[in-house]
């Protein structure tokens, strides 16, 4: 059974910092790509930042240079480091992975619409 398997999350001020975590298990190949969303209450679900197999890495204009994805070097475990929290980032944080029929991600970037797996969700909640 395939599952996405997230940690970390939690309370912090503004201004703070959080890493959330997310491993892939029982996945028979790693995805051409990984990502990280986030959900609001009463927003859509928007893509925070997405990793590529060829190094490529694209962010969210609300966080570049706040937040920071990794992935190791067996495509298994994504991070997502957040930094200098506001209010507004308050939000259900999600680990996807694309359909498995997928085997190019976009160009364009790491849509909702091509998410295949998604992880329970992990709260993070700023306070001023």
């Known amino acids: 059974q395939v599952n996405l398997m997230e940690s970390g999350g939690g309370s912090v001020q503004v201004g703070g910092s959080l890493r959330l975590s997310c491993a892939a298990f029982?996945?028979?190949?790693?995805?051409?790509?990984m990502g990280w969303f986030r959900e609001a209450p009463g927003q859509a679900r928007e893509g925070v930042a997405a990793?590529?197999?060829?190094?490529?890495?694209d962010y969210a204009d609300s966080v570049k240079g706040r937040f920071i994805i990794s992935q190791d070097s067996a495509g298994v475990v994504i991070n997502l480091e957040i930094t200098r929290l506001t209010p507004e980032d308050t939000a259900m944080y999600y680990c996807?992975?694309?359909?498995?029929?997928?085997?190019?991600?976009?160009?364009?970037?790491?849509?909702?619409?091509?998410?295949?797996?998604w992880g329970q969700g992990a709260q993070v909640t700023v306070s001023s």
């Open positions: 996807a992975r694309p359909t498995s029929s997928l085997r190019r991600c976009r160009g364009s970037g790491f849509p909702v619409s091509d998410v295949g797996f």
């Open positions: 029982g996945f028979p190949y790693r995805p051409p790509c």
């Open positions: 990793i590529y197999t060829n190094g490529r890495i």
